[in-house]
């Protein structure tokens, strides 16, 4: 299916408020998503947001486990000790298992996360925030960062770790992150050169490198559109928009 159908056979099945990609079939995306798929290099190149055999937990686990790939990029501007006594903001935080290792690791007063309405099954990171010991001070939330889902002036410190380069309105996003923060609050926002191996950003879906120079990202994007509405996919890939 593909065309105007094939975007509203996709909205029907995303949850998602920004348009999915049109879907066209690519036989080099079919390809590599089935080796992703298969295999036990396979599964070692997939993560657990697009293994359908994965529990939520693993997607926490997984992020969790990447927490300190922010704080390599933002250092020397602030380091993660900089959170402590603060009241912090993680804008689109995924599965939040980033934001629950920083509450974990610091001495922050509260953290709060949110991501777009129907992406995460919320009791995920909340019941691992509770495993870690941390569930008093971590808040989940749904909300876009467009309209962040909290009062102004509530936070001391805005996290924005590769999402920027996925809103639909930045101005407007960044505006909303300096809406909410105190006087003196700082916003961080880090997003990946396109030109880097492994700057693709498809690797929620698929991990090989340098797929951004095999076809153009709309390719990889209408190509993902269509394998959604496979039965073997459809429950772990979810509808692709383009920015």
Partial sequence: MSGAPG????????????????PRRSRVVELALRLSLRGRRGRALSTPHLDPTAQDTDRVRYEYAGADDFWTVVEPTMTLADLDGKDVLD????????????????????IAGFDLAGLVNWEAPRSFAAERGVADRCTFTEGSAEEIPFPAESFDVAIMDDVMEHVQDPPRALAECLRVLRPGGRVIVKFP???????????????????????????????????????????????TGAA
Avoid at 91 to 110: D, F, M, N, P
């Fill in 91 to 110: 804008v689109g935080c995924g599965w939040g298992g980033k934001l629950i290792s920083y509450a974990e690791r610091t001495r922050l007063r509260a």
């Fill in 7 to 22: 975007v509203e056979a996709l909205r029907s099945i995303g949850t998602s408020s920004y348009p999915p990609e049109p």
């Fill in 193 to 239: 050169s396109f030109r880097m191996w492994r700057a693709h950003h498809l690797d929620r879906a698929i991990t090989y490198p340098g797929l951004h120079y095999v076809l153009p990202l709309r390719r990889w994007a209408a190509g993902m559109a269509l394998c959604a509405s496979s039965p073997s996919t459809r429950s772990s890939i979810r509808p």
